[in-house]
């Protein structure tokens, strides 16, 4: 299975465009997850989906979008990027929402590290 | 604001020797932890994880602590190894399986 799948892995825009980090899993898992790790911390929510056309803010949703046509894809789109939205961005998935007997961690991909000059 | 948050933000050991993180939470409410390994230029990677009605948990080369009473949890890792060199962090997830994140530690190995 290839799990979590992120493109591209590295990109530079330029104040101003925008773009759409594409993400994709194959293991049929009700909720995905967008994050952004900013150097020497640790991982800040975007957004968040527990399912097809269910999508939600996390803590730093200003200046992003995202949208849940299927199960497998959850796209992330930055319509105007900014010089504080250089950053490396995490897209994960998990099965289900936690449970009282479910052990559930998340699954991640290996990052797509956006440069805005 | 985070729910975790580590206490040391690095930890060089020597080769062999054994590897401790500590962690520490504040939520009382809480009942699961994980604990991930985000090697450089990689994703976060799921190491092991611990519900609240158990105090310890063991892996392969690696145990994870839990002192509720404390609000502490700590990761072990036994005869560390070059390989083990990463960032680790603890996290909680909340009814939405929405994770907080700790900044992490930096673990550096020595040879």
């Known amino acids: 299975n290839a799990g979590v799948t992120q493109t591209p892995k590295f990109r530079i825009l330029k104040i101003g465009q925008s773009m759409t980090l594409q993400c994709t899993q194959d293991m049929n898992h009700n909720y995905m997850y967008w994050y952004r790790q900013d150097p020497g911390m640790g991982l800040k929510l975007i957004y968040y989906?527990?399912?097809?056309?269910?999508?939600d803010k996390g803590e730093v949703p200003n200046g992003y979008n995202v949208s849940r046509s299927t199960t497998e894809d959850f796209p992330l789109r930055l319509e105007l990027a900014a010089p504080s939205q250089t950053s490396v961005y995490f897209c994960a998935s998990s099965y289900s929402r936690r449970g009282r007997y479910s052990n559930q961690p998340q699954h991640f991909g290996d990052g797509t590290r956006l440069s805005i000059l | 604001g985070e729910s975790v948050g580590l206490h040391l933000p690095t930890l060089s050991v020597q080769e062999g020797d054994n590897s401790i993180i500590n962690c520490a939470y504040s939520?009382?409410?809480?009942?699961?932890f994980i604990w991930y390994k985000q090697e450089s230029g990689k994703g976060p990677q799921f190491i092991i994880d611990?519900?609240?009605?158990?105090d310890k948990r063991q892996g392969q080369r690696v145990t994870v602590l839990l002192n509720k009473t404390v609000k502490h949890l700590s990761l072990q890792i036994a005869a560390t190894q070059p390989g083990d060199s990463a960032v680790y962090f603890c996290?909680?997830?909340?009814?939405?399986?929405?994770?907080?994140f700790g900044a992490g530690t930096t673990v550096t190995v020595r040879a």
């Open positions: 939520n009382s409410a809480s009942d699961y």
């Open positions: 989906s527990v399912g097809a056309g269910i999508t």
């Open positions: 611990i519900r609240s009605n158990m």
């Open positions: 996290a909680d997830p909340d009814t939405d399986y929405k994770l907080s």
